[in-house]
């Protein structure tokens, strides 16, 4: 067979059955067409069927002419011509917009840095600032303390002791009225009597303190001296600047200084007796008719009890 369309057409004979009264059958058809059309070609082997070659639509828009272009293809290269061409533009734009966005970093850093260096500025400045007023603070704090203590180097206990006219200056015993003069101090035994608190804060507004005794002799003549002051009344006698009222026991001087020579009375005293008040006793006073032999005259009683003092201070030599 020579190279070319081939047509053959093949008739197939419908049969029908028809059955005789003799139980004969016999069989009756019309006939069908049905045609094959190949096409030998040259790198091209296809085969079509045509069932129906009465139907011109059927096949339509899915052969392809020799020769010609898949559309599903030219779309496709069509859509990825497309995309390439998108990413290229958006990389095009990226890289012409980032000396651009470079830029603008480095405008907004060197604002930072710039507000930075300010702040810090200020910040230290201000340091600067309040370290010289600190300075300034601590140089008049220094001055206000060694002015202070001029004053208080210069102050004169408004009751002690002045020059009475000798026109040779001061003298030993120049102690103000009202005051006694021993030893270098001027004493004041007051008539009044006051709680142990009151007594301490009275003897330092009259520009003194509450006697502080640091020897035997001082401690003999204060006991005579009260001895010949109090009256016959035993609860009549004096306070003097000892008190255990911070730690039992512990006594301690009105300058808080530490007891060392002690002039209790008798072998009992102090006894901290708690008959009167559970607090105890904690503040010490003196004063026997006529003094003692030994000195020994103290005794520790409650400090809420008021009790006539003895002040001491300097005697302006
Ligand atoms: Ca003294
Ligand atoms: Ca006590
Ligand atoms: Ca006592």
Redesign the pocket.
């Known amino acids: 067979m020579s190279e070319g369309i081939v047509h053959a057409d093949v008739k197939f004979k419908k049969h029908q059955k028809t059955e005789g009264k003799d139980g004969a059958t016999a069989s009756t058809g019309n006939d069908a067409t049905y045609s094959e059309i190949s096409i030998p070609k040259a790198g091209r082997n296809q085969t079509s069927t045509d069932t129906d070659a009465g139907d011109p639509d059927s096949q339509k828009g899915l052969k392809v002419k020799p020769g010609g272009y898949d559309p599903v293809k030219v779309v496709l290269v069509t859509l990825c011509f497309l995309l390439m061409g998108m990413v290229i533009g958006l990389r095009f734009l990226y890289i012409s917009n980032l000396p651009t966005k470079n830029t603008e970093l480095q405008i907004l850093q060197a604002a930072y840095n710039r507000n930075l260096t300010s702040a810090l500025m200020i910040k230290n400045r201000e340091l600067q600032e309040l370290q010289v007023k600190n300075k300034d603070l601590q140089e008049k704090e220094r001055a206000l303390r060694q002015q202070n203590e001029e004053l208080r180097k210069q102050k004169t206990p408004p009751s002690c002791p002045t020059n009475t006219g000798n026109n040779d200056g001061p003298q030993p015993m120049n102690c103000a009225e009202g005051w006694e003069y021993y030893g270098g101090k001027c004493y004041y035994f007051s008539p009044d009597k006051l709680t142990w608190a009151q007594s301490r804060d009275e003897c330092i507004t009259r520009g003194g303190h509450l006697v502080i005794i640091e020897s035997i002799e001082e401690q003999i003549f204060l006991d005579q001296k009260t001895g010949t002051k109090i009256s016959t009344d035993s609860e009549d006698k004096f306070w003097i600047g000892l008190t255990?009222?911070i730690n039992?026991?512990e006594w301690l001087w009105v300058d808080n200084s530490s007891l060392s020579t002690s002039f209790w009375l008798g072998d009992q005293e102090?006894d901290?007796w708690k008959g009167e008040n559970p607090d105890?006793?904690?503040c010490a006073r003196m004063g026997e008719p006529n003094g003692t032999i030994d000195g020994k005259s103290w005794l520790?009683v409650i400090c809420n009890t008021t009790q006539r003092r003895i002040c001491e201070t300097k005697s302006p030599l």
Request: hydrophobic letters at 0%; aromatic letters at 0%; charged letters at 60%.
């Open positions: 255990d009222s039992e026991n102090p901290d105890g006793e904690d520790d």
